[in-house]
């Protein structure tokens, strides 16, 4: 048996210091992680405060697209909580029309290793549709492969709506202005066709079946009239001119204008001493005129019915279904004994082009509506088919102090003399003029317009009234004639003068010169353009009278009558 070695001695000091080494070691290490947990929690912390705070939407998937993780913002914006979206596949409520290259961007991402950048529409949980640019990028693990998907996005639907608007708007301005010179062109032909429509009365007598013929195209042109006032306030930001007037005047003409020559009347039940109302006269009468077609349509006979009540600020609190500022208003009530309207078409009924009637455009009430706007008020429908129609048209009161309201103030009043009949107020749909018969040297007039095809029919139409008609093209040559004649002392007795000369000088600035030549100048101003500040307050401009196009044979006479008869 060999003998058995001794057992090497140990050298326990030796070993006591390694193993104080290896617990130092240890030590330090498990101090490390303690302080890399103490980072990782304040990294984490920071990064729950950036994304919970972040208005960025973030989503984490895996790579089948089922959700992980989201932040707040995300959640907000969707209408949904964390858990209802936890596991869920993130395109989910991506629109149809969308979906397709929203997948794609997710399989490039995990194939491609690369982030796609896109915008597509989502669903909310209301059911409404939001807009969102999101960029999708790809995250990997230590071996760079990836293990899952991470989409930021940004809500830009707000964006979206805005730059729409701002191109509609652009859209609108351009539109506009090809509407407002096609107007113009329209009111030219317009005035030509008056004037010969006129003289035509006026040669055959007002009784025959041929003047009866007449009249009936008298009003459709007056209705030619009124399209070519929407047209002309079209323009957004128009300032429109403002009177103040009684409830019961600002509805005469275009209710009476609409049931004239039909089965159907109207019945007015007002209160007493109803407040005025400070309206565009012109815009309102179309919104009536537009709301009573639509109500006669719907009826063959039998009545439609106009009531009105004054609605306080107090009252206007308790109808927060009334889109108004907190003012008085006017509440007038149109109610017909029409068929009425289906009730899945009443939300719909001031939506441009809509329309349930076999030939009708549709814009009536969207026209109706845009005008009561602007004026501050708004229109309600309510409907009962096989019952009718009530519409509410919200008017605000006019401010200050009641006026006293003069109907004849609204007409140029005729002068008495031999020969004119005094008429009061005038219309299109008047009957025939009387002839002046004046003694010795006919009166003189000065016309200016830069269309021929005015010149010559309101030239006819001044030589059938019986006066001697000077003619040019602008301001410069009406000057020009007007000096001449105040030389040769030979002047004109009035001057009309066409207030917007595209390629030359109006008669906003060649009455300023004709003034200085002759004070005492007599100076009527002429436009299609019923918003111009000159036809508006003329007197401020240096005009004695001013006269709207088309122009009326009876108008055109009683006006220039009145400026020659009136004293300087």
């Given at each position: 048996m060999p003998p058995v070695s001794p057992a090497p001695a140990i050298d326990l000091q030796a070993e006591v210091i390694k193993l104080r080494e290896k617990v130092e070691k240890y030590r330090h290490s498990l101090q490390q992680w303690a302080q890399a947990e103490v980072d990782w929690n304040g990294q984490r912390r920071l990064f729950e405060l950036m994304t919970e705070n972040i208005s960025d939407l973030i989503v984490l998937t895996n790579c089948e697209g089922n959700r992980l993780w989201s932040n707040p913002a995300y959640g907000r914006v969707m209408g949904f909580q964390a858990e209802e979206l936890a596991g869920t596949f993130v395109l989910t409520e991506v629109h149809p029309d969308d979906q397709a290259r929203a997948i794609e961007a997710m399989n490039h991402a995990i194939q491609q290793g690369a982030s796609r950048k896109l915008e597509y529409r989502v669903q909310q949980k209301g059911g409404t549709w939001a807009t969102f640019a999101t960029e999708t990028f790809p995250i990997t693990n230590t071996d760079g492969k990836v293990e899952s998907v991470l989409l930021i996005s940004h809500d830009i639907t707000e964006n979206k709506r805005l730059a729409e608007e701002l191109s509609m708007a652009s859209t609108e301005a351009t539109a506009s202005t090809m509407v407002e010179a096609m107007a113009h062109d329209f009111d030219q032909i317009l005035t030509n066709v008056v004037g010969n429509l006129t003289i035509a009365k006026n040669l055959n007598g007002p009784h025959n079946a041929i003047a009866i013929r007449l009249s009936e195209i008298e009003r459709s042109l007056q209705r030619a009239r009124d399209l070519i006032e929407q047209m002309f306030s079209i323009s957004p930001g128009q300032a429109q001119p403002k009177v103040r007037m009684t409830l019961e005047k600002a509805l005469e003409e275009p209710v009476a204008s609409v049931l004239r020559g039909t089965m159907v009347r109207a019945e007015y039940l007002f209160p007493r001493n109803l407040p005025e109302l400070e309206i565009d006269a012109e815009?309102?009468?179309?919104?009536?005129?537009?709301?009573?077609?639509?109500?006669?349509?719907?009826?063959?006979?039998?009545?439609?019915?106009?009531?009105?009540?004054?609605?306080?600020?107090?009252?206007?609190?308790?109808?927060?279904?009334l889109p108004l500022k907190a003012d008085e208003?006017?509440?007038?009530?149109?109610?017909?004994?029409?068929?009425?309207?289906a009730e899945k078409a009443l939300p719909r009924v001031f939506e441009p082009y809509f329309t349930t009637r076999k030939g009708s455009q549709g814009l009536g009430l969207s026209r109706a509506l845009s005008s009561v706007q602007r004026m501050g008020g708004t229109v309600l429908i309510d409907s009962t088919p096989g019952v009718g129609t009530i519409v509410s048209i919200y008017i605000p009161t006019a401010k200050g102090e009641r006026a006293t309201f003069d109907p004849a103030a609204t007409a140029v009043p005729?002068?008495?003399?031999?020969?004119?009949?005094?008429?009061?107020?005038?219309?299109?749909?008047?009957?025939?003029?009387?002839?002046?018969?004046?003694?010795?040297?006919?009166?003189?007039?000065l016309l200016m317009d830069d269309e021929q095809m005015i010149l010559d029919i309101v030239s006819r139409m001044l030589g059938h009234l019986g006066y001697d008609v000077t003619t040019c093209t602008d301001g410069s040559q009406a000057i020009a004639a007007f000096s001449k004649a105040k030389a040769h002392s030979e002047t004109f007795d009035v001057v009309m003068m066409d207030l917007v000369i595209p390629n030359g000088v109006g008669g906003e600035d060649a009455v300023k010169t004709i003034k200085k030549i002759d004070p005492n100048a007599k100076v009527i101003a002429s436009s299609g353009?019923?918003?111009?500040?000159?036809?508006?307050?003329?007197?401020?401009?240096?005009?004695?009278?001013v006269l709207e196009k088309p122009y009326k044979l009876e108008k055109l006479q009683q006006v220039i009558e009145t400026v020659i008869n009136t004293p300087v």
């Amino acid at each position: 048996m060999p003998p058995v070695s001794p057992a090497p001695a140990i050298d326990l000091q030796a070993e006591v210091i390694k193993l104080r080494e290896k617990v130092e070691k240890y030590r330090h290490s498990l101090q490390q992680w303690a302080q890399a947990e103490v980072d990782w929690n304040g990294q984490r912390r920071l990064f729950e405060l950036m994304t919970e705070n972040i208005s960025d939407l973030i989503v984490l998937t895996n790579c089948e697209g089922n959700r992980l993780w989201s932040n707040p913002a995300y959640g907000r914006v969707m209408g949904f909580q964390a858990e209802e979206l936890a596991g869920t596949f993130v395109l989910t409520e991506v629109h149809p029309d969308d979906q397709a290259r929203a997948i794609e961007a997710m399989n490039h991402a995990i194939q491609q290793g690369a982030s796609r950048k896109l915008e597509y529409r989502v669903q909310q949980k209301g059911g409404t549709w939001a807009t969102f640019a999101t960029e999708t990028f790809p995250i990997t693990n230590t071996d760079g492969k990836v293990e899952s998907v991470l989409l930021i996005s940004h809500d830009i639907t707000e964006n979206k709506r805005l730059a729409e608007e701002l191109s509609m708007a652009s859209t609108e301005a351009t539109a506009s202005t090809m509407v407002e010179a096609m107007a113009h062109d329209f009111d030219q032909i317009l005035t030509n066709v008056v004037g010969n429509l006129t003289i035509a009365k006026n040669l055959n007598g007002p009784h025959n079946a041929i003047a009866i013929r007449l009249s009936e195209i008298e009003r459709s042109l007056q209705r030619a009239r009124d399209l070519i006032e929407q047209m002309f306030s079209i323009s957004p930001g128009q300032a429109q001119p403002k009177v103040r007037m009684t409830l019961e005047k600002a509805l005469e003409e275009p209710v009476a204008s609409v049931l004239r020559g039909t089965m159907v009347r109207a019945e007015y039940l007002f209160p007493r001493n109803l407040p005025e109302l400070e309206i565009d006269a012109e815009a309102f009468a179309h919104a009536i005129r537009n709301i009573v077609t639509n109500s006669l349509q719907a009826m063959d006979k039998g009545v439609i019915r106009f009531t009105a009540e004054t609605m306080s600020r107090e009252h206007l609190s308790n109808r927060p279904d009334l889109p108004l500022k907190a003012d008085e208003y006017i509440c007038l009530r149109i109610q017909d004994q029409g068929h009425g309207i289906a009730e899945k078409a009443l939300p719909r009924v001031f939506e441009p082009y809509f329309t349930t009637r076999k030939g009708s455009q549709g814009l009536g009430l969207s026209r109706a509506l845009s005008s009561v706007q602007r004026m501050g008020g708004t229109v309600l429908i309510d409907s009962t088919p096989g019952v009718g129609t009530i519409v509410s048209i919200y008017i605000p009161t006019a401010k200050g102090e009641r006026a006293t309201f003069d109907p004849a103030a609204t007409a140029v009043p005729l002068p008495t003399r031999p020969g004119i009949t005094r008429t009061g107020s005038v219309s299109l749909r008047t009957g025939t003029v009387s002839l002046p018969k004046v003694g010795g040297q006919k009166k003189r007039i000065l016309l200016m317009d830069d269309e021929q095809m005015i010149l010559d029919i309101v030239s006819r139409m001044l030589g059938h009234l019986g006066y001697d008609v000077t003619t040019c093209t602008d301001g410069s040559q009406a000057i020009a004639a007007f000096s001449k004649a105040k030389a040769h002392s030979e002047t004109f007795d009035v001057v009309m003068m066409d207030l917007v000369i595209p390629n030359g000088v109006g008669g906003e600035d060649a009455v300023k010169t004709i003034k200085k030549i002759d004070p005492n100048a007599k100076v009527i101003a002429s436009s299609g353009h019923l918003d111009h500040p000159v036809m508006t307050d003329h007197n401020k401009f240096g005009f004695n009278a001013v006269l709207e196009k088309p122009y009326k044979l009876e108008k055109l006479q009683q006006v220039i009558e009145t400026v020659i008869n009136t004293p300087v």
